[in-house]
């Protein structure tokens, strides 16, 4: 089979490497197709320090060769595509509502857990074959990963591994970064602290301010600023023991893997934002509130310092919560998703064949 993945945002990568390796491993071609309008220089370094097939472009999707092609965004054109389609969603479940329209455009929806499957079920059950339910291809490489890769992360970076470890993965917007200490890594001396800006922070000008908070942090030898090229979040929430963020969607992922976050509910805003709050809370996905009991809500700097040094003595807390929350969102979490996922594409290209064969 010849199948490609198409990548519109660096973050896709985690989701999609699992199953293009479960894919290599039953001898099938793959391809990743990189969008040239991201950072195309960024897009190129994974794509090669992965050792992938790629090209460059949304015109090789109508490649009449192709088997089937992985989206994870909502991608209107895929239905015009001559290849079998399959779409993923790029953040968890619980993220948003306003894709399942898409079912519309794909062959292959894939639901992660029995939330999703119901909801979109429910709302278009004349497409309802299209759905599988087979869990987070992402978790497959936390659930997989090794005490050896966790050794050479810890060392490349120079820290102690016998330290609990706290991950502070803000969003770009609205995002906490400029309302965090100028000493936070003082707070924790005993621990170790991964910070993983968004690529947009490192992308964008606009959030420059959170590149001058990141200098004074990278200044503490317990800290470390990872760089861009650290494109995959994967090893860090494998690695930490405690999450800080904001309104990423990183921190129900987090959550799913029965490990405490704390989620900064105080923001530094655009002057538009204070003259209308109204947009703010447009922009805040509110599909979202129900979950929030999973998380510890910080309305303050103090109380996300407090909080974080409470999850770390005691984090099992919330941990009934959490675990009833991963199961209707995620499903199953055991590394087998991408294992799933290629049975189903290839039942479903077994069952295509056979209809146009007739």
């Known amino acids: 089979m010849n199948i490609y993945f198409y990548v519109a945002y660096p973050y896709y990568f985690p989701h999609f490497l699992p199953i293009s390796k479960v894919l290599k491993a039953h001898g099938h071609r793959v391809t990743y197709a990189l969008s040239t309008k991201q950072n195309s220089g960024n897009m190129e370094f994974i794509a ?28 209107k054109k895929a239905q015009e595509l001559p290849s079998m389609s399959i ?6 479940g619980a993220k948003s509502t306003s894709f399942f329209s898409t079912i519309e455009y794909f062959d292959i929806y894939i639901a ?81 602290i991964w910070v993983k800006p968004h690529y947009l922070t490192y992308e964008r000008k606009r959030y420059k301010n ?21 494109y995959n979040l994967v090893p860090f929430l494998a690695t930490s023991d405690v999450m800080i963020s904001d309104e990423s969607s990183a921190m129900f992922e987090f959550a799913s893997l ?37 998380l510890d809500i910080a309305n303050s700097y103090k109380e996300t310092i407090e909080q974080t040094k409470e999850a770390l003595k005691n984090p099992s ?33 077994k069952i295509t064949r056979r209809k146009n064969d007739l």
Not at 63 to 71: C, V
Not at 210 to 230: G, Q, S, V
Not at 336 to 348: G, Q, T
Request: net charge positive; hydrophobic share 35%; proline share 4%.
């Open 210 to 230: 959170h590149l001058k908070k990141f200098k004074i942090w990278e200044k503490y030898e317990n800290c470390t600023i990872l760089p861009l090229n650290e």
């Open 258 to 294: 029965n490990k405490p976050v704390i989620s900064n509910q105080y923001f530094k805003l655009r002057w538009s934002y204070y003259l209308m709050p109204w947009k703010l809370t447009k922009r805040i996905d509110q599909s979202k509130a129900k979950y929030r009991t999973i």
């Open 87 to 92: 779409f993923l969603e790029h953040g968890i």
């Open 48 to 75: 090669k320090s992965n050792q992938l097939n790629y090209i460059f472009g949304e015109e090789a999707l109508t490649n009449k060769t192709i088997d089937a092609i992985f989206f994870a965004n909502p991608y």
């Open 112 to 192: 992660e857990g029995k939330q999703k499957y119901d909801r979109v079920r429910d709302l278009y059950p004349q497409h309802e074959h299209k759905l599988a339910k087979v869990g987070f291809s992402k978790f497959d490489e936390i659930v997989n990963f090794t005490e050896e890769q966790k050794d050479s992360l810890f060392e490349k970076y120079g820290l102690d591994k016998n330290r609990k470890t706290i991950l502070y993965a803000p969003t770009f917007f609205p995002s906490s970064i400029e309302k965090m200490a100028d000493d936070f890594p003082n707070e924790f001396k005993e621990y170790n």
């Open 317 to 349: 807390k919330l941990e009934s919560k959490r675990l009833e929350f991963a199961k209707d969102i995620c499903g199953e979490i055991d590394g087998k998703v991408s294992e799933r996922i290629y049975e189903v594409l290839m039942e479903r290209l």
